[in-house]
Nanobody, 126 residues
Framework: QVQLVESGGGLVQAGGSLRLSCTAS????????MGWFRQAPGKEREFVAA????????EYADSVKGRFTISRDNNKNAVYLQMNSLKAEDTAVYYC???????????????????WGQGTQVTVSS
């Protein structure tokens, strides 16, 4: 059974930092791009960041550029999201996802992602 499990969410004050982790089991995703998406209450899920299979290329939503950093460790079958200078508007459930194509490019469209975690809540108090 393929699973993606996120961790590291929580409650933090504005200006603080959190590091989200996503660990995969059941298969390796070392050849797949990985992404982070988020969904705030009453809003649609949106793209946050994605990284290609090698870790050499990444893309970010404009709203998080310069504050968030995505990385991965293929030896651990894991992807991370370092979030700094958090704002109240970053409050959401954060999901990691795995692209369906091996050796594909970085994509910001969730339609390309076949595997999803259950999400982890991030709450930023102002």
């Amino acid at each position: 059974q393929v699973q993606l499990v996120e961790s590291g969410g929580g409650l933090v004050q504005a200006g603080g930092s959190l590091r989200l982790s996503c660990t995969a089991s059941g298969r390796t995703f070392s050849t797949n791009a990985m992404g982070w998406f988020r969904q705030a209450p009453g809003k649609e899920r949106e793209f946050v960041a994605a990284i290609d299979w090698s870790g050499g290329s990444a893309e970010y939503a404009d709203s998080v550029k310069g504050r968030f950093t995505i990385s991965r460790d293929n030896n651990k079958n894991a992807v991370y999201l370092q979030m700094n200078s958090l704002k109240a508007e970053d409050t959401a459930v954060y999901y990691c996802a795995a692209d369906r194509f091996a050796y594909g490019s970085v994509r910001n469209n969730e339609g390309f992602y076949d595997y999803w975690g259950q999400g982890t809540q991030v709450t930023v108090s102002s």
